[in-house]
């Protein structure tokens, strides 16, 4: 059947017709020329992470969709993906606003893969009052008006009323986050939904279509976290009418910029799924001016700001197993030394084998030096000191001259003093060479002059890296002469 936005007499009339039949039109025309653009070449960036991909369909329809809308209703208000992405605040105030995410499953159509929509949600008094999202490939347009029931290309949808999660279908989506504790909280979720008994668990590349899904009694329940407003808001109306629950993964309200969510067709079954999940913190919508910004302008500023892995030594309360791992941050490091020790308990104590002094701030783990050997104590467990410890102190670094050379030699048989070249070689960082030509008295003279002046200028070198040397050695010892007692408190990890 061919979609159109006539959803029969349950869909007519009402104070917001005129925005739910443009919201409709406009997505019916922003399909058909993403349709046309997937099988085609496309120029791709990314935008928060190297999975958080948009191309320039994505903007094409946004401003399509926008200034369309912008000229049919002036005094509306306006929240859109990739506006977003440039900086735009996503506030939702009481004023008409609409929610737009021009291409939903950016990563699907980028693959060719062909499950991709436009999504429109509309709210009026931060409530939401009707969504378009529409199936592109597919030409599926689902509705849902508020009050007025859920559609898709004119049939009525209805959720399922399953309230068993061991015989649920349940969908869900990655997020943009790749990082080694978002992933593994990720999997563990889906973990717990399976060891609940659920049938299975899908992700298919587009939040709206899979809530589309739910909405349709295809599936069971949904849970995100690291979804957007965007994602949401039209999806919401047409589950809401379709007879399901959307709701904050806490189980309490729904919050539309709080970027998590579980829906289902029953409460019940939203309150299972709420309760299994542990929650991944992806901040909020509308607390995020900064880390939206275009991807070029993102790699630039963060690419210096990004701290390089360094090798750290772990080892077990006992010294019996040691791994070496690389981290740059604390939470890389004890997520990656659980794997290396094959620790499966979360709640850890991280500590310097030397003498057991908890590492249990960020700041603390970056002052520690490369190859530091660290100790994972579980519950229960003490630090002891080891036998055979050979604390790995790095060897200061030398600075300064290291060599002076002088050479002699002539440029013609007939100069009666020659050359003479100094060179002076400082400890890894580059070395000064110059030439003194002496071929006559005034020559010499001026040459004497120019090697002064070349010499203080050494002097002066020298002297800085000499001062900087010795104000670390005696850091070093007073470091040394004084243990510092250092308080022990508890790091929990998962
Ligand atoms: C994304 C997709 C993806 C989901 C992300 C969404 P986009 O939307 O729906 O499946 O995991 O959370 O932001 O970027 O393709 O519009």
Not at 29 to 43: C, N, P, Y
Not at 154 to 172: N, P, W
Request: glycine share 8%; charged share 20%.
């Amino acid at each position: 059947m061919k979609p159109s936005s006539e959803d029969g007499a349950a869909q007519a009339g009402g104070p917001w017709e005129e925005c739910f039949e443009a919201a409709a039109q406009l997505a019916l025309r922003a399909g058909q020329i993403i349709r046309k653009a997937l099988s085609e070449e496309k120029r791709v960036s990314t935008k928060t992470s190297a999975a958080d991909l948009v191309t320039e369909t994505d903007h094409m329809v946004e401003a399509l969709i926008l200034q369309e809308l912008q000229q049919r209703f002036p005094s509306h208000r306006f929240i859109a993906e990739e506006a977003a992405a440039a900086g735009a605040k996503c506030v939702l105030t009481p004023s008409p606003t609409w929610i737009v995410d021009p291409i939903d499953g950016t990563c699907n159509f980028v693959h060719r893969f062909p499950t991709v929509a436009v999504s429109i949600g509309f709210a009026v008094n931060q409530e939401l009052e009707f969504g378009v999202i529409y199936h592109c490939t597919e030409e599926r347009l689902y509705t849902g008006r508020r009050g007025r029931g859920a559609f898709c290309n004119g049939q009525r949808l209805r959720v399922s009323r399953e309230t068993d999660l061991s015989k649920a279908l349940v969908l869900t989506e990655i997020g943009p986050r790749r990082d080694p504790m978002t992933l593994k909280l990720f999997l563990s979720n889906m973990e717990r939904l399976l060891r609940a008994g659920a049938h299975g668990v899908r992700v298919i590349g587009s939040s709206t279509l899979a809530l589309c899904h739910l909405a349709s009694g295809a599936a069971d329940a949904y849970y995100q976290f690291g979804l957007h407003c965007w994602d949401l808001a039209a999806a919401t109306v047409i589950i809401r009418e379709a007879g399901g629950v959307v709701m904050d993964t806490s189980g309490g309200p729904l919050d539309l910029m709080s970027c998590r969510v579980v829906a289902a067709g029953t409460r019940e079954m939203a309150v299972l799924i709420a309760q299994a999940l542990q929650t991944i913190n992806y901040g909020r919508d509308d607390e995020r001016p900064l880390t939206f910004m275009g991807s070029q302008t993102k790699k630039v500023l963060l690419t210096p700001l990004m701290r390089p892995a360094r090798p750290f030594r772990v080892s077990n309360h006992d010294r019996s197993s040691r791994r070496g791992v690389t981290a740059s941050s604390l939470q890389e490091l004890l997520t990656k030394t659980l794997d290396a020790l094959v620790i499966a308990s979360g709640l850890v104590t991280l500590v310097l084998e030397e003498d057991g002094t908890v590492v249990d701030t960020e700041a603390f783990f970056q002052t520690l030096g490369d190859n530091t050997h660290l100790m994972v104590l579980e519950k229960g467990q003490k630090w002891t000191p080891g036998a055979t410890y050979i604390p790995a102190r790095q060897l200061p670094k030398r600075q300064g001259i290291a060599r002076v050379t002088f050479d002699l030699y002539k440029l013609n048989p007939k100069d009666v003093i020659g050359c003479l070249n100094v060179k002076a070689t400082m400890y890894e960082m580059y070395s000064v060479s110059y030439d003194i030509h002496c071929p006559g008295l005034k020559a010499l003279l001026r040459s004497l002059l120019l090697f002064l002046s070349h010499t203080a200028q050494m002097t002066g070198q020298c002297l800085v890296h000499t001062g900087t040397y010795m104000l670390r050695v005696l850091a070093d010892t007073e470091e040394r002469a004084v243990p510092s007692p250092r308080p022990r408190r508890g790091i929990t990890s998962g």
